[in-house]
């Protein structure tokens, strides 16, 4: 039974670019949530996505970023127009349907380096 | 807003070792909390979950302690390993909001 994956593992984008981040949850978990994290920083929410939905999205920027969980295939965070300060670990978590937000469990993560 | 806590930024301790890493959280409505643990590069590892109806839960070498009336959690590793050193995190999983975590405690162990 595979964990939550997410690819790219490691993602370089020059300013201005656009930064497309990929989170395929658990076998038969269709709720999936996006998470930052900073340098020697605890994880910080940003959105939390149902199929087809968005629950909260209140920790996600209003600007450059968004984030889709469709029907088939995986959950994308999309950031459009990268600045140096989007460098962070971004993790994806997953729950099952009938908990909700008990027990999420973890992808390892996408690294995202702006130059 | 309601958040999470941890008081220690490290700890350091001995192999073979118990190691004791706690939280403060200031909700007293939270019912539902978890301990993560971060190697370096990875994401969060679930490792301990407790309720509020409950004040202590055991799993393999770890026990999670909780104490309603002060609002703090504290995360018990017995006999700690090298394999231990990571960073530990509690988070808020209650109701219907996403996890709230603390920055963390960096654990180190020492051979």
């Known amino acids: 039974n595979a964990g939550v994956m997410q690819n790219p593992r490691h993602l370089v984008r020059r300013r201005g670019q656009e930064a497309r981040l990929r989170c395929s949850p658990m076998?038969?978990?269709?709720?999936v949530y996006w998470y930052r994290q900073l340098p020697e920083e605890g994880l910080k929410f940003m959105v939390y996505?149902?199929?087809?939905?968005?629950?909260?999205e209140s920790g996600m920027p209003k600007e450059r970023f968004s984030a889709e969980f469709p029907k088939e295939g995986p959950s994308i965070l999309r950031i459009q127009q990268v600045v140096r300060g989007d460098s962070a670990a971004y993790f994806c978590?997953?729950?099952?349907?009938?908990?909700?937000?008990?027990?999420?469990?973890f992808g390892p993560g996408t690294r995202l380096t702006v130059l | 807003g309601e958040s999470v806590g941890l008081h220690l930024p490290t700890l350091s301790v001995q192999e073979g070792d118990n190691s004791i890493i706690n939280c403060a959280y200031s909700?007293?409505?939270?019912?539902?909390f978890i301990w993560y643990k971060q190697e370096s590069g990875k994401g969060p590892q679930f490792i301990i979950d407790?309720?509020?109806?409950?004040d202590k839960r055991q799993g393999q070498r770890v026990t999670v302690l909780l104490n309603k009336t002060v609002k703090h959690l504290s995360l018990q590793i017995a006999a700690t390993q090298p394999g231990d050193s990571a960073v530990y995190f509690c988070?808020?999983?209650?109701?219907?909001?996403?996890?709230?975590f603390g920055k963390g405690t960096r654990l180190s162990v020492i051979a």
């Open positions: 909700n007293s409505a939270s019912d539902y």
């Open positions: 978590a997953s729950s099952p349907p009938v908990t909700g937000t008990d027990t999420q469990y």
């Open positions: 988070a808020d999983a209650s109701g219907n909001t996403p996890l709230v």
């Open positions: 076998k038969g978990h269709s709720h």
């Open positions: 996505l149902q199929k087809e939905n968005i629950i909260d």
């Open positions: 407790i309720r509020s109806n409950m």
